[in-house]
């Protein structure tokens, strides 16, 4: 059974950096991709950034494009989420997803999910 595991969040100044890391129990052939999702207070949960696991592909919302990076360690079934010029708005709690991913910014289509992990950025 798939068990995604968070851990990594915390309280940051802006212009902090932080590591999430997400590790899964097991791999099975439908994580295709494995992306970090948001939801912040007043707000719907969007997509952060996504990776392809097959090729290490990678997408990303325009609102941390070149401040986050996504990567994988597909031996240990693990993937990052490094985020660094952390501002307010990031704030929020950060979950991690497993799934087809068919689009990848769209939670319905992803069929795992981490507890989440809160973010908290201080101005």
């Known amino acids: 059974q798939v068990q995604l595991v968070e851990s990594g969040g915390g309280s940051v100044q802006a212009g902090g950096s932080l590591r999430l890391s997400c590790a899964a129990s097991?791999?099975?052939?439908?994580?295709?991709?494995m992306a970090w999702f948001r939801q912040g207070p007043g707000k719907e949960r969007e997509g952060v950034a996504a990776?392809?696991?097959?090729?290490?592909?990678?997408y990303y919302a325009d609102s941390v494009q070149g401040r986050f990076t996504i990567s994988r360690d597909n031996a240990a079934n693990t993937v990052f989420l490094q985020m660094n010029s952390l501002q307010p708005e990031d704030t929020g709690m950060y979950y991690c997803?497993?799934?087809?991913?068919?689009?990848?910014?769209?939670?319905?289509?992803?069929?795992?999910w981490g507890q989440g992990t809160q973010v908290t950025v201080s101005s």
């Open positions: 990776i392809f696991i097959a090729n290490g592909d990678t």
């Open positions: 997803a497993a799934g087809l991913g068919i689009r990848w910014s769209r939670p319905s289509y992803y069929r795992y």
């Open positions: 097991v791999y099975t052939y439908d994580m295709r991709y």
